[in-house]
């Protein structure tokens, strides 16, 4: 029998990386990555080495290791993910920190297309004093987030399936977020590394990947408190293009947030009438 050890370098030269190695047995055995360092020189059981040899196969054939494992770590949440959402990615967290910053003492906010609810649920972690509500128009995908809710004991969200804004007919928030489709529909990276896995109507929206967010822009002011925010997540190359959008559909004090690699990622305006 082999020991872990040498378990986990052959499996790191097959995928390249040893921490997904690392991720891929600890989740074959149900142990956690510490667990290595003191069983360095144990062996693994035959079927636990057959459930890696799987996970390493399909991790090896490209899918992801989120879709594999069934869960990502987003904020401090721990989520469940399938292949009916995206994957929570950490540049997503910019949006969460500026939409806590802007959401009043027991406000009201939406997160749309919600997916596995890692929007919606970390801001209700951060403000347990905040009415939260999440809209996909995935039932498979709404699924996921309430499970994720009830597992996270996160009460105050609720949930609501439809396109975007429309099922939330007469409802006003003091804040919407939502990091939408904004791929380019000929983009060749849909078709390359972990995007081939992911749902492709959470990805892309039209010739310049920016249908969605202008879907959302104009519709939103509907549903926004005078003073409240629009906040949309984008691509690093889009700010210029979405503030004009915020500009056009009439939001003031439009801006854009850059992440932790200085690259745009996340516009905003406040709701003026």
Do not use: C
Request: aromatic letters at 6%; hydrophobic letters at 50%; proline letters at 4%.
């Amino acid at each position: 029998m082999t020991d872990i050890r040498t378990i986990l370098r052959e499996a790191a030269e097959i995928l390249g990386e040893r921490l997904e190695a690392e991720l891929l047995l600890a989740h074959a055995l149900g142990v956690d990555r510490a667990w290595f360092f003191a069983h360095a020189d144990d062996t693994a059981d035959a079927e636990g080495m057959a459930r890696f040899d799987a996970l390493v196969r399909r991790r090896a054939a490209g899918e992801p290791i989120a879709y594999i494992t069934g869960h990502r770590d987003f904020w401090s949440l721990s989520l469940e993910v399938t292949p009916a959402t995206l994957i929570p990615r950490p540049e997503t967290e910019l949006l969460v920190e500026l939409a806590v910053a802007r959401l009043p003492q027991g406000g009201r906010v939406v997160d749309l297309g919600t997916g596995s609810g890692a929007i919606a649920l970390a801001i209700a972690k951060e403000r347990p004093d905040a009415d939260v509500t999440a809209v996909d128009a995935s039932e498979a995908a709404l699924a996921v987030a309430s499970r994720n809710a009830v597992a996270l004991g996160l009460q105050r969200v609720t949930f609501a399936h439809g396109d975007w804004l429309a099922p939330l007919e007469g409802r006003r928030f003091d804040l919407i977020v939502s990091n939408p489709p904004y791929i380019e529909s000929d983009d060749p990276h849909l078709a390359q590394g972990d995007l081939r896995f992911e749902p492709a109507t959470a990805l892309a929206s039209g010739a310049d990947g920016l249908d969605d967010i202008r879907r959302i822009a104009a519709a939103a002011g509907a549903h926004l408190e005078p003073g409240g925010w629009l906040l949309l997540e984008h691509g690093w190359q889009q700010g210029e293009a979405v503030r004009a959008v915020l500009v056009a559909m009439g939001f003031a004090d439009v801006f854009t947030a850059t992440d932790l690699e200085d690259r745009d990622r996340v516009s905003g305006g406040r709701f003026a009438n």
